[in-house]
């Protein structure tokens, strides 16, 4: 079992960044995929980004390529989601998720979800 916590959330204004953090437990962490999707209101959940266990491989929507970056820090067991150039339209709960079955961009790629954090893009 892995427990995912996310962390960075917040308000932000258009044009402005910021770090989304997913913290995950357990020595095996390191050896997971991670993703990270977004609902907004309304809407159903959707691909962000993902790494692959090792950070060799990403993936990242259209929406948010060249504007997030996804990164991981085993040592810390966390990976992050770096957000530059936000729009309110990036505005949604952003989950993590992980998996030890490889980098996939479909939810039913991953097996356990951290809570999730909000993030609000203000125009």
């Known amino acids: 079992q892995v427990q995912l916590v996310e962390s960075g959330g917040g308000l932000v204004q258009a044009g402005g960044s910021l770090r989304l953090s997913c913290a995950g437990s357990g020595r095996t962490f390191s050896l997971y995929a991670v993703g990270w999707f977004r609902q907004a209101p309304g809407k159903e959940r959707a691909f962000v980004a993902a790494?692959?266990?090792?950070?060799?491989?990403?993936y990242y929507a259209d929406s948010v390529k060249g504007r997030f970056t996804i990164s991981r820090d085993n040592r810390q067991n966390t990976v992050y989601l770096q957000m530059n150039s936000l729009k309110p339209e990036d505005t949604a709960v952003y989950y993590c998720a992980t998996t030890q079955r490889g980098i996939g961009r479909t939810l039913s790629s991953y097996d356990y979800w951290g809570q999730g954090t909000q993030v609000t893009v203000s125009s």
């Open positions: 790494i692959s266990w090792n950070g060799g491989t990403t």
